[in-house]
């Protein structure tokens, strides 16, 4: 039987009592410092295969020192190129936090009112808010409604511009909602202020005064020369695989003040333990003042006075994130600790940090794969498990369970006999705490990879999710894999369908690229449903275009009968004869 630290010195301090004189209980128990950042490095190569990145680096720093930077793996992995302490990585969205740093030392120098409108401060800036201002405390929370990434340009102000054509999610202030658009707009606040560059201005504002001398506020070909290379699926066109075939990321220019810095973990060592000072530079300077700290580092409020933050889970391999938000940090409580963290993804790279405050901690990671399967939390959450146990003078816990990827919560719900309107039968039967697909003489593994949605490990089955469907009672009764539809032996509704003429010239395969990351999508007709890749249905609007969520999709640039563009919100993607 496998026994925890704890229970091992547990039974060698029974066996041993007649032979030593009684000690103290915490002497014997407590572990080291070096203990628990031993147990970290131990998890760290786990964690690395389970995310599957071909490199991964981490940084752990109390509040006077970096105490540990573990690197593993290829910062180039066609030259073997190691990852060193000295590797740059793209943090993506914790940029968001220095954007937000930027933004409160202008506040606390008098030139921004966080209650005032945007528009005082960008008279360019425009959206349909419903007559309602959007606060520029609001951008720094997500509580402004404003969409996420609703033009998808390479330029942040031209994104930021593109706003004057659409509608905030909801009243600005009253629920929450993460924005890229949001921290574009703040970006270009605070390069109107400053009269620069909003590059130029963290650099002034954040690196400089931090210390951070090895970080760049924008991806170049040149800046990247210095950082790992960023890793992609190269089939973007269909769902990943277990392990699929990675591709490196372009070199590119990119400026974006919601996720645009490249860093080391020394820097970001640093850039954490500002935070564990409580707004304090290495040399004590105070850089922000303690009650624009305070307000940073804790939940913004709603209008109706609740705390800003997701209503559902952002990210299931970390769900606390998100949950509640401040100004470029989500903020948790962890058994009474006040803890802070972000986590980032873009063009090949994902990141996740994570500091208490309470008690002078911080863990960042950083890996150089797409955003697509899984930040690096595995290993930052584990670690700060770890140095809280420490702290408290406890046993170390064990690493957490590997994930099982096969795992179906519910499985016995989604068995069954499939059958579609050509007689052609397929039937789900369940395999453990997973599922499989029985195709004639083939049985064919599934993965989950959403909400009823699962990837059949079966070439025939390459190009779409399998998607389950649910009668108003809440039972599975019908399943599709692309166009084709099989309902079940539950199923109780019509079996046939027609739907609009119109629609047959809008399906086929529209796709565009956006920051080196090729973005396909297939229109695809589902019984009497237009759908994107069989998975998400467009609801028809009353002009002619249609509804996905809280975004909108047009069809234009008509050859002939034939539209050739699919446009959602202002991000245009166009049609490729391919499959």
């Not at 506020?217 to 699929?244: H, I």
């Not at 369940?430 to 599934?446: E, I, Q, S």
């Not at 010239?505 to 449903?529: C, F, H, M, Q, S």
């Amino acid at each position: 039987m496998h026994r925890s630290p704890a229970a091992r010195a547990a039974c060698a301090l029974i066996a041993l009592t007649w032979l030593i004189p009684a000690r103290p209980a915490v002497a014997q128990t407590q572990p080291s410092l070096d203990a628990a950042l031993d147990a970290i490095a131990a998890f760290a190569p786990r964690a690395m295969r389970e995310q599957g990145t071909p490199g991964l680096s981490i940084a752990i720093t109390d509040r006077s020192k970096t105490l540990r930077i573990v690197t593993l793996g290829y910062a180039n992995r066609d030259l073997r190129t190691p990852v060193t302490p000295q590797t740059r990585f793209a943090i993506g969205s914790i940029t968001k936090s220095m954007t937000a740093l930027a933004v409160l030392q202008l506040h606390d120098a008098g030139s921004v009112d966080l209650n005032a409108p945007a528009k005082r401060y960008l008279p360019w800036f425009a959206i349909d808010s419903g007559g309602k201002q959007v606060l520029v405390h609001e951008l720094l929370s997500h509580t402004a409604g404003i969409p996420d990434d609703y033009a998808l340009e390479m330029g942040y102000q031209f994104d930021v511009y593109a706003l004057r054509r659409a509608k905030t999610l909801f009243p600005p202030g009253s629920a929450w909602s993460y924005s890229n658009d949001g921290y574009a707009t703040l970006g270009a606040i605070v390069a109107s202020l400053d009269r620069r560059p909003w590059a130029t201005s963290l650099q002034a504002r954040v690196f400089d005064p931090i210390g951070m001398t090895a970080s760049s506020s924008v991806f170049t070909p040149a800046e990247q020369d210095s950082a790992a290379v960023g890793y992609q699926f190269r089939d973007n066109d269909r769902p990943a695989p277990l392990d699929p075939a990675l591709v490196a990321s372009p070199p590119m220019d990119f400026v974006d003040p919601a996720g645009s810095v490249l860093s080391t973990p020394e820097d970001m060592a640093r850039y954490m333990r500002f935070y564990l000072n409580g707004g304090k530079t290495e040399n004590g300077a105070q850089l922000i003042a303690p009650a624009t700290f305070d307000a940073m580092t804790r939940p913004d409020a709603l209008t109706d006075g609740k705390p800003a933050g997701s209503a559902g889970v952002v990210l299931k391999e970390a769900p606390a994130f998100y949950k509640a938000y401040g100004y470029g940090l989500s903020i948790f409580d962890e058994g009474g600790d006040r803890v802070i963290g972000h986590t980032g993804g873009v063009s090949g790279y994902t990141a996740c940090m994570e500091m208490n405050l309470t008690r002078g901690y911080g863990v960042i990671a950083f890996a150089n794969l797409v955003e697509a399967p899984l930040h690096p939390c595995a290993i930052v959450l584990y670690a700060m498990r770890v140095l809280r146990a420490q702290s408290l003078g406890q046993a170390l816990p064990e690493p957490p369970p590997a994930p099982d990827p096969a795992r179906v919560e519910r499985a016995a719900d989604y068995a069954g006999t499939y059958t579609s309107s050509s007689g052609a039968t397929l039937r789900v039967e369940t395999r453990g705490n997973g599922l499989a697909l029985v195709d004639g003489p083939k049985t064919v593994a599934l993965y989950p990879r959403g909400d009823d949605e699962f990837w059949a490990d079966d070439p025939s089955y390459a190009q779409y999710l399998l998607a389950f469907g649910r009668d108003k009672s809440g039972r599975i009764v019908e399943m599709n894999y692309g166009a084709q539809w099989f309902p079940n032996e539950r199923y109780g509704g019509p079996r046939t369908f027609t739907h609009p003429a119109s629609w047959d010239a809008l399906v086929g395969r529209y796709e565009n690229v956006y920051l080196g990351d090729p973005i396909v999508t297939r229109v695809i007709v589902v019984k009497d449903r237009l759908t994107l890749d069989g998975t998400d249905a467009l609801r028809p609007l009353p002009d002619g275009g249609f509804a996905i969520g809280t975004s909108t999709v047009r069809f234009d640039a008509y050859a002939g009968a034939v539209p050739q563009r699919l446009t959602i919100d202002d991000g245009h993607l166009y049609r490729v004869e391919l499959p």
